[in-house]
Structures are given as C-alpha cells and as structure tokens.
C-alpha cells in the first residue's frame, strides 16, 4: 500500500533549513536577499527587489530539475532548495505587510 504523504517530508527538511542553519549562517531572507538585489545591482546595472531576487534562485532551480529530467536523473536537494527559496519569499513578503 502506497504511503500517502511519501515525499512530503521534503517541506519539512526545506522549513528546518530556512529557520535554522541557513538564517543563522545568512540572517534572515529580507536581509540576505535584498543585499543580494544590491550586490547585482552593482554588477549589472540592474535593480531587481528581494523578492526578485529570490524568484531569480527558484529559476535556477526549476533550470536544474529540468535538467534532471532531461537526463533521468532525481536529485531531490534541487526540489528542496525550491521549495525553500519559496519559503524564504514568503518570509520577504511577510516582512514587507509588516508581520514579524
């Protein structure tokens, strides 16, 4: 009988990091990813938000489990950062409606 939520635990593994090792390392994703939008303003010219930015890692992301795909491969930590990047976007957004 096939486990109804088998695969699922990945959310959980995404939120632990997020809230743990990766905002202790970084600080929290406001932080981190509107000193990212600065650091390729600088680069690039170009002005992007956090939550731009953000969204910029999910592409990379989505980019590599396309490949996965493509190549018969399964490499779950490429759904977990996923996952996670989109965590951390809410957490930017929460941070811009004023909810701590």
Wanted: aromatic share 8%.
């Amino acid at each position: 009988m096939e486990q109804k939520t088998a695969g699922a635990e990945i959310v959980r593994e995404a939120y632990d990091l997020i809230v743990g090792p990766r905002q202790a390392e970084y600080n929290h994703p406001h932080h981190d990813y509107s000193r990212t939008a600065d650091i390729f303003r600088a680069m690039t010219g170009v002005s992007l938000t956090p939550e731009q930015a953000i969204l910029f890692m999910v592409a990379v992301k989505l980019s590599r489990i396309a490949n996965e795909f493509d190549m018969g491969l399964d490499v779950p930590d490429n759904t977990r950062d996923a996952i996670g990047y989109l965590g951390c976007l809410n957490m930017v957004r929460t941070v811009r409606r004023g909810i701590s």
